[in-house]
T-cell receptor
């Protein structure tokens, strides 16, 4: 596609439910990132995929959070047993290896509200 | 670990005022440095970048110079406009640990007419 696509754009769920957020990066971009942006807060790094390398999961806040990337393209971020503090905008970004500067291209985000 | 610190906002300026948003970093090696901008209701987009010491990134009247001696990358604009109202994020791309990009907390800028 022309840009990074994320779905759903908005998700309202009840505390304790599981949610899945999807990211479809720009075609050919081998690097994919997930960030979390809470109200009034900056971008919190969650996880980073680069090609076939093991992902950098150092930013995942708890074991309720996991992510996978299938076939080096689409990624899914899963939050199990959601809590109210998980409410935030989850941003996905991708990057092309040929871009020496490593510019990130962001999706519009998935806004998660946990009631 | 690598990190980015930027001045807290919000910053409120009158139109045509001079803008400085401070950004300092801690990193191993020689990271690439970026400023991203998030306009109201829009996604993040790259504003400018610098890949090595003393490089100056510029775009839309904004400038930032990569200062290794002070580990800084301050954003400046000589005359802001109402349309510059947005949240500005300083970021670095690490040179170790897989080229991860780390962001600062963001600085919200309000420009009054």
């Amino acid at each position: 596609g022309a840009g990074v696509s994320q779905s759903p754009s908005n998700k309202v769920t009840e505390k304790g439910k599981d949610v899945e957020l999807r990211c479809d990066p720009i075609s050919g971009h081998t690097a994919l990132y997930w960030y979390r942006q809470s109200l009034g807060q900056g971008l919190e790094f969650l996880i980073y995929f680069q090609g076939n390398s093991a992902p950098d999961k150092s930013g995942l806040p708890s074991d309720r959070f996991s992510a996978e990337r299938t076939g080096g393209s689409v990624s899914t971020l899963t939050i199990q047993r959601t809590q109210q503090e998980d409410s935030a905008v989850y941003l996905c970004a991708s990057s092309h290896p040929g871009l020496n500067t490593g510019e990130l291209f962001f999706g519009e985000g998935s806004r998660l509200t946990v009631l | 670990g690598d990190s980015v610190t930027q001045m807290e906002g919000p910053v409120t300026l009158s139109e045509e005022a001079f803008l400085t948003i401070n950004c300092t970093y801690t990193a191993t090696g020689y990271p690439s440095l970026f400023w991203y901008v998030q306009y109201p209701g829009e996604g993040l987009q790259l504003l400018l970048k610098a890949t090595k010491a003393d490089d100056k990134g510029s775009n839309k009247g904004f400038e930032a110079t990569y200062r290794k001696e002070t580990t800084s990358f301050h954003l400046e604009k000589g005359s802001v406009q109402v349309s510059d109202s947005a949240v500005y994020f300083c970021a670095l791309r690490t040179q170790t640990g897989g080229f991860k990009t780390i962001f600062g907390a963001g600085t919200r800028l309000f420009v009054k007419a």
